[in-house]
């Protein structure tokens, strides 16, 4: 890990999203852009150090921009597979993924990231 490089905060955004039944998926799309804007604004409770957020959408939510602060990755195909690339492609960057999907929590720390729960980033 080196000393200069921000934590990379990747987050599952179909799994955060998911997370709390307030009628997303009516608008998965909306959904997903609230969440940005709420990293946006917020960024990582509890968090002070410089943190790169990248919120990954797959399926209907693609198509939502980056805005500063949040950098938004649209899924080719497989959101999972697609988070696994982030993580494997960050080195020795220190690496947060945000879901509570079990097999994507294995993958990522099999590559050394660090996992934690759509809590984190959504009030229940």
Same mark, same amino acid.
């Given at each position: 890990? !080196? ?7 990747? +987050? ?6 998911? !997370? ?28 002070? &150090?410089?943190?790169?957020? +990248? ?12 805005? /500063? ?5 649209? &899924?080719?195909? !497989? ?10 492609? &960050?080195?020795?960057? /220190? ?22 729960? /759509?809590?984190?980033?959504? /009030?229940?």
């Amino acid at each position: 890990m !080196s000393d200069g490089d921000p934590l990379l905060v990747i +987050v599952d955004a179909a799994n955060v999203v998911g !997370s709390v039944p307030d009628g997303w998926w009516r608008d998965r799309q909306g959904a997903a852009e609230r969440l940005r804007d709420r990293l946006a604004t917020d960024g990582l409770p509890g968090r002070t &150090a410089p943190a790169e957020i +990248v919120l990954v959408v797959e399926g209907a939510a693609r198509g939502v921009e980056t805005v /500063p602060g949040v950098r938004v990755e649209s &899924a080719p195909g !497989s959101g999972d597979d697609h988070m696994v690339d982030l993580v494997a492609g &960050a080195g020795e960057r /220190p690496v947060l993924v945000v879901t509570a999907d079990r097999e994507l929590r294995r993958r990522v720390q099999e590559l050394g990231a660090e996992v934690t729960g /759509p809590r984190t980033v959504r /009030p229940a």
